[in-house]
């Protein structure tokens, strides 16, 4: 499974990136304007796209199919191998199917059902993205709906690409993996919980101390 980085902080995006962990960033409207409510959407995108060589999903923000293909022609000037994030609305399949006979990458967002999952497919989405924390939110089992969704695509030889998003604390991490995901969009925070553990600390602390003991004593002989 793949690991993207969900967010539009570039300190965040570039320490991911240079850990050698992820292959890609997904952004969306509201990470943007976490950022700066004023930011200049495409100078940030830009930047991310010069630190990370991979995916990148940039997010349209009409309702409309001809709006959002507007705004793809727009993002692909930017950079034409951007992968362009359309909602999980009846205008956004018509917009995914028109991109898909292009050959424009799609990434279809906000699914929280398996049948969503298989429209946005049959649509021609390169990626579906499942968010599995705001489902858990709701008292739903989020990551059911990622076992729905593999389960579904070995049946029936699906070729989207099962991205995990709304991804919470590591738990999500390993559970997307466990249930199949292609990709896991992750939060920076969840991210680099998943990468510690007590014990390496630990472990780590106490080869350093050992190693400087044996230092001590060679010191000790020589002097
Ligand atoms: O990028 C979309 C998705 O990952 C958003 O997650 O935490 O806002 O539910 P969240």
């Known amino acids: 499974m793949e690991l993207y980085l969900d967010s539009a902080n570039i300190e965040e995006i570039r320490h991911a990136a240079s850990l050698g962990i ?117 008292g739903a089992d989020g990551m059911e709906v990622i076992r729905d969704v593999r389960e579904i695509w070995d049946i029936q030889g699906l070729s989207s690409l099962i991205l995990a998003a709304s991804i919470r604390h590591p738990i999500h991490i390993l559970e997307s993996a466990k249930a199949g995901a292609d990709i896991a969009t992750c939060p920076y925070k969840p991210l680099m919980q998943s990468l510690g553990h007590p014990l390496t600390d630990k472990g780590l602390s106490a080869f350093l101390e050992d190693y400087k003991k044996m230092q001590d004593e060679i010191a000790k002989l020589k002097s």
């Not at 992820?22 to 409207?29: C, H, L, R, Y």
């Not at 990370?52 to 999903?57: E, F, N, T, W, Y």
């Not at 991109?99 to 699914?111: K, R």
Request: charged fraction near 25%; charge should be negative; aromatic fraction near 4%.
């Open 22 to 138: 992820i292959s890609g960033v997904t952004t969306n409207p509201s990470l943007l304007a976490k950022e700066d409510p004023k930011i200049d959407v495409r100078k940030r995108i830009l930047e991310i796209h010069s630190l990370v060589g991979g995916h990148l999903s940039v997010e349209v923000i009409s309702t409309d199919a001809d709006g959002m293909l507007r705004e793809a022609d727009e993002i692909l000037k930017w950079f034409p191998e951007a992968t362009i994030k359309i909602p999980m609305i009846p205008e956004g399949l018509k917009a995914v199917s028109k991109l898909s006979d292009q050959d424009v990458e799609t990434n279809v967002t906000l699914i929280f059902n398996p049948v969503q999952a298989l429209a946005a497919n049959n649509a021609g989405a390169t990626y579906v993205s499942v968010f599995v924390g705001r489902l858990d939110d709701t």
